[in-house]
C-alpha cells in the first residue's frame, strides 16, 4: 500500500518553514529510503509531478524523500541558507523520527539528483560516504567550477551560492572530495553517472568520469545515452537507478 506524504515543518538549520514529499511503499521496519534532489528550476514537487518516482517506490519497496532546497545547490551559502547541512544532516534525522520505520542502516540508503540535484547528491555522498550505500548523478553539473550559463544575473546569483571564484571552498569541489576520501581510504558508496549524449553537461560529465578512472579501486557505473537535460531522460534514469539500488540491497 502507497502513501504519498507532503510535510510542512520549521527547520531549525534553515530558520524557516519549508516541505518534502515523502513516496512510502509500505509500513514496514527498516525500509530503504533514496533522498532524491530537484535540480535548479525545480522545488520538491517536481518528482512527484513530472516522473514515475512514486510508482518506482512501489516498485521496488524504497521510500523516497524529495526535499525543498531552492537555487542553493545544496550549498552552505558564504551569505544565506546552510542548504548543505539541511539536506545531509537535518532532512535524514527528521525523516527517521517522522517516519521511524525508515532504515537508518546506511546499506539501504541512497541519495541521488538530477543537475543541480546531481551534484548534490555526489557532494552529500562524498562527504558522509560511510552513511550511504548508492549515490546517483543524472545530467549532473558535477563540475562547478565551469559552469556559465550565460543567462542575465547568474555571475551574481553564481557568487551568491558559492562566494568569490577566486577563493572557492574545496568543500563544494566534488573533484577535491573525491581524491579526499580517496585518499582517506573511506568506504565510498557506489557511484551511479548518467548523462544524455545531447545534454549542455555531457562534457562536465565526462570531466568528471575521467577523475573516478583515475581512482579505479571506487566501484562506479558511467552510461550515456540518447537524451537532453528532460523528464523523459530523467524519468528513465531514475527507474534504472532504483533497481539498481534494489539489487544493490538485496546483495546484503
Known amino acids: 500500500m502507497m502513501a504519498l506524504c507532503h510535510l510542512h515543518f520549521k527547520s531549525e538549520i534553515l530558520k524557516q518553514d519549508t516541505a518534502l514529499f515523502a ?44 526535499p525543498e532546497a531552492h537555487r542553493s545547490f545544496y550549498t552552505n551559502m558564504p551569505i544565506g541558507y546552510r542548504y548543505f547541512d539541511y539536506v545531509s544532516l537535518e532532512v535524514p534525522e527528521l525523516t527517521s523520527h517522522v517516519f521511524p520505520y525508515l532504515a537508518t542502516d546506511p546499506k539501504k540508503r541512497g541519495v541521488a539528483g538530477l543537475s ?27 563540475d562547478v567550477r ?3 550559463r550565460g543567462e542575465e544575473g547568474w555571475e551574481a546569483e553564481y557568487r551568491g551560492i558559492f562566494g568569490d571564484p577566486l577563493t572557492f571552498l574545496p568543500e563544494n569541489d566534488l573533484f577535491h572530495l573525491l581524491g579526499s576520501a580517496y585518499e582517506k581510504g573511506s568506504r565510498l558508496p557506489f557511484l551511479y553517472q548518467t548523462c544524455g549524449t545531447e545534454d549542455f553537461l555531457l562534457e562536465n560529465n565526462r570531466a568528471f568520469r575521467r577523475k573516478l578512472e583515475a581512482n579505479p579501486k571506487i566501484e562506479t557505473l558511467y552510461l550515456e545515452s540518447r537524451g537532453d537535460h528532460e523528464w523523459d531522460y530523467w524519468d528513465r534514469q531514475l527507474n534504472a537507478f532504483m533497481k539498481a539500488f534494489q539489487r544493490l540491497i538485496s546483495k546484503e
Not at 535548479?40 to 514515475?52: E, K, V, Y
Not at 510508482?55 to 524529495?66: N, S
Request: charged residues 15%.
Open 116 to 142: 543541480m540535484g546531481g551534484y548534490g547528491a555526489f557532494k552529500v555522498a562524498l562527504s558522509y560516504p560511510e552513511d550511504y550505500a548508492i549515490a546517483g548523478s543524472f545530467s549532473g553539473a558535477l
Open 23 to 66: 513516496a512510502l511503499p509500505s509500513t514496514k521496519e527498516h525500509t530503504p529510503v533514496l533522498f532524491l534532489f530537484h535540480g535548479l528550476s525545480g522545488d520538491h514537487t517536481s518528482w512527484i509531478r513530472r516522473s514515475s518516482a512514486e510508482r518506482y517506490a512501489e516498485a521496488t519497496g524504497i521510500a523516497i524523500v524529495m
Open 146 to 148: 565551469s559552469l556559465s
